[in-house]
């Protein structure tokens, strides 16, 4: 299936730093959402964002929606040892609410803090 | 509040075997639901989705089967597990209608067919 392009695959940083994790895609989305996912558990929503050059914090966090529509933005400041999983992506081109909920993944970025 | 449940945390198969995937969802009605797997812990690969009783779409051709026989409550099937069909599975549900688009998923289940 389709996957949306996200980088870094990998970041592997010191406690304190900032994070900066991107995703893009060839089409444009009406919805970007951003999720972390701990080893063995299901992914948990961090930031919903649902118009073009939207700026969220939740927390440590902050992400936007790009003015293209076609890319999205994370930022974690300060990062802590508990900032550790894989961060993902995704985007919903359809409407409000019925089948076209369906959610385009992105590749994933795994973070490791060093304390 | 919200709460979705999978069953069982963890399975082991012999190749060959049946399997049977449980979904539940708490405090919301109609929810879409859907069925995800993730290999290797990267990269989510949606398998179904279902926007209400006994209404199953299916994104990829595969050895799997679901069915909706209640409204909060989704089965992952297969009659005989391949290899590859090792996984981890996660069920997820959103709300139907209105202007909330979010998924929100269960812990997941993983199957290792041996």
């Known amino acids: 299936g389709q996957q949306l392009n996200q980088s870094p695959q990998s970041m592997f940083i010191q406690e304190g730093e900032d994070v900066s994790m991107n995703c893009t895609s060839s089409s444009i989305f009406n919805t970007w959402l951003w999720y972390k996912q701990d080893p063995g558990e299901g992914p948990v929503l961090l930031i919903a964002?649902?118009?073009?050059?939207e700026l969220t914090s939740n927390g440590r966090l902050t992400a936007q929606f790009g003015i293209t529509r076609k890319d999205s933005f994370l930022n974690i400041s300060a990062s802590i040892p508990s900032d550790v999983g894989i961060y993902f992506c995704?985007?919903?081109?359809?409407?409000?609410?019925?089948?076209?909920?369906?959610?385009?993944f992105g590749t994933g970025t795994l973070l490791a803090v060093q304390p | 509040s919200q709460t979705i449940h999978q069953w069982p945390a963890t399975l082991v198969q012999p190749v060959g075997s049946p399997l049977s995937l449980e979904c539940t969802v708490e405090?919301?009605?109609?929810?879409?639901l859907y069925w995800y797997r993730q290999a290797a812990g990267r990269g989510l690969q949606l398998l179904f989705y279902s926007v209400g009783i006994g209404q199953i779409s299916s994104e990829v051709p595969q050895n799997l089967s679901a069915s909706r026989p209640q409204d909060r409550q989704f089965i992952l099937s297969s009659k005989k597990l391949l290899l590859s069909d090792s996984g981890f599975y996660l069920c997820?549900?959103?709300?139907?209608?209105?202007?909330?688009?979010?998924?929100?998923f269960g812990p997941g289940t993983r199957l290792t067919v041996l």
């Open positions: 405090g919301t009605s109609n929810p879409n």
């Open positions: 995704a985007g919903q081109r359809g409407g409000y609410g019925g089948a076209t909920n369906k959610l385009i």
């Open positions: 964002l649902y118009k073009a050059g």
């Open positions: 997820a549900w959103s709300p139907f209608g209105g202007a909330i688009n979010e998924q929100f």
